[in-house]
């Protein structure tokens, strides 16, 4: 069973930084598009951050500059830095990923149960 897992939120002031963690695990032939996404009280889930099939990354607007996402070299990891964190970024974040499992012959796209971001002085 192909499972992602966040970690990594926590609280910080205004303006400080977290480093978010995506592992996936499990029987995995490949790893396609990964995203980072956030669902904030009353808003619905936006996509924040992504990265392509083909390696290139993507960010909403309101965090163009201050959040980076990567992958680790065995690209079973990704990643989320972010700095100059706002009130406005406190949120549950979210990795998905579209995942081809061994011996599937389809993607399928997975999540994970999120993690919590508070930003607070």
């Known amino acids: 069973q192909v499972q992602l897992v966040e970690s990594g939120g926590g609280l910080v002031e205004p303006g400080g930084s977290l480093r978010l963690s995506c592992e996936a695990s499990g029987r995995i032939s490949s790893i396609n598009n990964m995203n980072w996404y956030r669902r904030a009280p009353g808003k619905e889930r936006e996509l924040v951050a992504s990265?392509?099939?083909?390696?290139?990354?993507k960010y909403a607007e309101p965090v163009k500059g201050r959040f980076t996402a990567s992958r680790d070299s065995a690209e079973n990891t990704m990643y989320l830095q972010m700095n100059s964190l706002q009130p406005e970024d406190a949120a549950v974040y979210y990795c998905?990923?579209?995942?081809?499992?061994?011996?599937?012959?389809?993607?399928?796209?997975?999540w994970g149960p999120g993690t919590q971001v508070t930003v607070s002085s």
């Open positions: 998905n990923a579209w995942i081809v499992g061994v011996g599937a012959s389809y993607v399928r796209n997975y």
């Open positions: 990265i392509l099939s083909d390696g290139s990354t």
